[in-house]
């Protein structure tokens, strides 16, 4: 579907809403499968870091949709 080939490289990717990954450089929402450098090869906190956003379940008290 995109025409670009976007790697959705960490640095380019965002918490755009509770458990929601958004790639700034093509757009697209991603999810760790899709991001660069593998999510299996990223350092454990950042990886811990994800799952937990992406739990939606954050001690912050973030608005449920
Ligand atoms: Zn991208």
Redesign the pocket.
């Known amino acids: 579907m995109?025409s670009?080939a976007?790697?959705?490289?960490i640095s380019?990717?965002i918490e755009v809403a509770p458990g929601m990954h958004q790639?700034?450089?093509?757009?697209?929402v991603?999810d760790k499968r899709?991001i660069t450098p593998k999510f299996d090869d990223l350092p454990v906190e950042f990886r811990k870091h994800w799952d937990e956003f992406e739990a939606g379940s954050g001690a912050g008290g973030a608005a449920k949709h």
């Open positions: 995109a670009i976007c790697q959705h490289h380019w990717v790639c700034i450089l093509c757009t697209e991603v899709q």
